[in-house]
């Protein structure tokens, strides 16, 4: 493994991963062998809020999205000391986006070529797309201009969803699911189908896109600042910035919640605030311990996840890890009263899944895209 990697970045990419990969199945079920006010609340962060609203669950996708972002400045820099010239590096963030799509199409069916009822949107197609879109502002605009764009972008999506609602659905709250211009725009020019309100709407549609934009450009701001040499600022006060922008972002989002709710759904502006505070305190957390202190030996865990993210992500959708899970630990399950058996499957299909992973790891077999 490169010694000059951001082990950090590597480390907290597993650890959001890890809860896809059915830590928050496990945690659920160990909450259910204990209940009570907390264990329920736990067991309740472990899932998506409907709608208004932020769990621990509507945090894995932007911190994902937002640690897309803090790789770029590394491979940006990397790509300029091996001479790479600008055309190339425009072509490569086009089309790493343009994969990202084609993957989450992939992820959501494509290939049953059953072309009305493919879902188009996908996790991985946002991802692409906010992150293409905030790769190409980040080589084209330096930073006065980006925080520019980032804060023009927050205000006027705010304003958009605030005080237009959907056309076609006449009296409805423009912040509700019915009555939302998100779904409309998807309604009008998203090809194939819509997943929420009997096809009216997607959480992964084109007009949200546009403030995830602003979630990988927090993520791109945040390894610019890691990026600084040493003697010029400390890993400690990089770690300070970081957690100071993590309270700003933290105040904005709940001053103006009032006004645009917190909304996973929506993307809306004070998410971004929310999800980007959190995303921001994770990361000076783990840049602090790992690469700052140097303790990094009970990252590896982590590390083999984060390292093939897009692989375990994928893999989940073919093949069947609890089909392999129930081969070697089924029997131990049935030997368990119920409650204890879903907690047996569910370590049973985590560890399957991280051998998996460790398996690839130990051959230095990456996914990259």
Known sequence: MNSNRLQSL??????????????????????????????????????????????????????????????????????????????????????????????????????????DSLRCASVLGRIGLAWMFAALLFVSCGVKARVAISVTILIGYALLIKFVGAPDVEGADPLSMQGNLVGYIDRLFMPGRLIYDGGRFDPEGLLST????????????????????????????????????????????????????????????????????YSLAMMALFYYIVDVRGWRSWTLPFRVVGMNSITIYLAQRIINFGGISTFFFGGVAKLCPEQWATVVHSVGYLLVSWLFLYFLYRKKVFLKV
């Open 10 to 115: 590597d480390a907290l990419r597993g650890f959001d991963m890890f809860f896809i990969m059915g830590l928050s199945g496990l945690i659920t079920a160990l909450c259910a062998l204990a209940p009570c006010g907390f264990t329920e609340e736990l067991a309740l962060q472990m899932k998506h809020v409907e709608w208004d609203g932020l769990r621990h669950h509507d945090t894995i996708f932007p911190l994902f999205l937002f640690l897309a972002g803090v790789s770029f400045p590394f491979s940006y820099a990397r790509q300029r000391e091996m001479g790479a010239s600008s055309a190339k590096i425009y072509w490569k963030i086009v089309r790493r986006g343009i994969v990202l799509v084609l993957l989450g199409m992939v992820y959501n069916g494509l290939f049953k070529l059953d072309f």
């Open 210 to 277: 546009l403030p995830a934009v602003v979630t990988a450009m927090l993520g791109m701001f945040t390894g610019e600042l890691i990026r600084l040499p040493e003697q010029r600022l400390s890993g400690n006060r990089k770690c300070h910035y970081m957690v100071g922008a993590a309270v700003v972002l933290a105040l904005v989002a709940i001053v103006f919640d009032g006004f645009v709710p917190v909304n996973k759904m929506l993307w809306s502006s004070t998410f971004v605030c929310a999800v980007g505070a």
